[in-house]
């Protein structure tokens, strides 16, 4: 993944004999690349074609592209995170779609692969073209297949890598709370969810004597990491391939528990945004590596780690993050055109130059850096977002959430999950058409 790309040379060629234009990528020959002038739309909540206009890192690359392959315009259409699913799946039904590329975030990738609006780019790239992608966007696009389809194609955003999971310790409290040293913890296969635990008797307590907690062990952690770290999952494949429901199997029912257990007896501080641990009041936090140290103003030394071990497994858990993906839609007209221009436009060399960046600013050290590097390398995990459809934490009317908002209220996890399962079971059979 550290190595660059150096088989195949981004490379235009125009053979003046005959007035064809080839265009080799980092992945592959396409041979000729003609849009014969044709718009191309790209519909996106986040705008990451912004580098390639005035000012931007990479200015003019849109008007070489234009130039290149023959395309009238790039346009561009900015919906909403919470809408451009729907703004996507419109345009396709309304056939307007045919020259589009999308950007969805991870929570709207069923919403539209079960309407059938996704293209199947398997069907146009051959194998070796994804040989070539980063072993964690090769992780992404085998378990987000649909209908045994591969849908995703590009390095074009940073997300595969930018919402795996870490854990970080603030080196500053372990100091002083005499914690010990988190990295010896994990060398020596120690960071564990007793190792866990023991952090957080030590670390919750009053520092200034005012009588009010102001210190925690434990910020907020989102129950799914619990469950992937103990070697759980929410779905699995069965003997017969069919997606079930999983969250009744032991491993993940023990997780529900302690998750419930760490809840009730108050060793959690704080949400989703982390501001505790931000802000030097909580010993560990798990978070997406976007997150961490994500304006560079933490004032405390950190390091970062993988999720610690569950008892229900020999080893350490490196979790995938799967989020926001290009997609082609099905009705495009020119898709083999559109995959073109996304090699051309975002080339893996700059992916592995971005990624080298993105750790350099998280790592503040030797560790943390081949920690970072080691867990992109070797995910192995389930992808931290794969089951979406089923709900998110927060919502309780779903049956992820339902569960885990019933746990959160003191339920029995075992109880809790079978009061979900024939809901959530269902809802997999509707959405994977088995």
């Known amino acids: ?20 234009l080839a265009y080799v990528s980092d992945r592959m020959d396409f041979g000729e690349i003609d849009f014969k002038g044709a718009t191309v739309t790209y519909v996106l909540h986040h705008d990451h074609l912004a580098d390639f206009r005035e000012g931007g890192k990479y200015a003019g690359r849109l008007d070489e592209a234009m130039e290149l392959f023959n395309i009238g315009a790039i346009e561009i259409v900015q919906v909403d995170w919470g809408e451009v699913g729907n703004a996507c799946l419109n345009r396709y039904l309304a056939g307007d779609s045919t020259y589009d590329l ?30 070539y992608l980063s072993q964690i966007t090769q992780t992404k696009n085998d378990r987000l297949r649909f209908n045994d389809r591969r849908l995703h194609f590009s390095a074009g955003v940073p997300d595969d890598y930018g919402h795996a999971t870490f854990m970080v310790a603030n080196l500053d409290i372990f100091e002083r709370e005499n914690l010990g040293d988190p990295y010896e913890m994990y060398y020596n296969g120690e960071w564990t969810w007793d190792k866990l635990e023991e952090i957080a008797i030590k670390a919750t307590r009053d520092t200034d004597g005012d009588g009010e907690i102001d210190q925690w062990g434990l910020a907020w952690i989102e129950p799914t990491f619990m469950i992937f770290a103990n070697g759980g999952s929410i779905t699995r494949l069965d003997d017969n391939g069919k997606v079930v429901f999983s969250l009744g199997e032991p491993e993940a029912v023990e997780a529900l528990r302690t998750y419930g257990e760490w809840n009730q007896k108050g060793y959690f501080v704080g949400d989703y945004q982390m501001r505790e641990f931000m802000t030097g009041k909580a010993a560990v936090a798990v978070m997406p590596m976007w ?16 999720l610690a071990k569950g008892p229900s497994v020999d080893d350490y858990v490196f979790a995938p993050g799967v989020a926001d993906a290009i997609f082609i839609p099905a009705n495009a007209e020119y898709p083999l055109g559109l995959v073109a221009l996304d090699n051309f436009l975002f080339p893996l060399d700059e992916y592995e130059e971005t990624l080298e ?4 600013v998280r790592a503040q050290d030797r560790e943390s850096y081949e920690i970072i590097w080691h867990v992109l390398e070797n995910v192995d995990g389930d992808a931290a977002y794969y089951h979406n459809f089923l709900g998110s934490w927060w919502e309780g009317e779903t049956p992820f959430g339902g569960i885990v ?23 997999i059979d509707e959405y994977l058409g088995q």
């Open 1 to 20: 993944m550290r190595k660059k790309i150096t088989l195949l040379v981004v490379l235009a060629v125009m053979l003046v004999s005959s007035g064809v």
């Open 102 to 131: 999308w950007r969805l975030p991870h929570n709207q990738f069923f919403q539209l692969a079960s309407r059938g609006a996704f293209f199947p780019v398997d069907t146009i790239l051959p194998d070796e073209y994804f040989e």
């Open 291 to 306: 997150q961490v140290n994500q304006n560079n103003d933490w004032d405390f030394r950190f390091a970062v780690l993988p």
């Open 357 to 360: 960046e993105w750790i350099t």
């Open 405 to 427: 908002g019933g746990i959160s209220g003191g339920a029995a996890p075992a109880s809790v999950v079978a009061e979900f399962a024939g809901t959530a079971q269902a809802m």
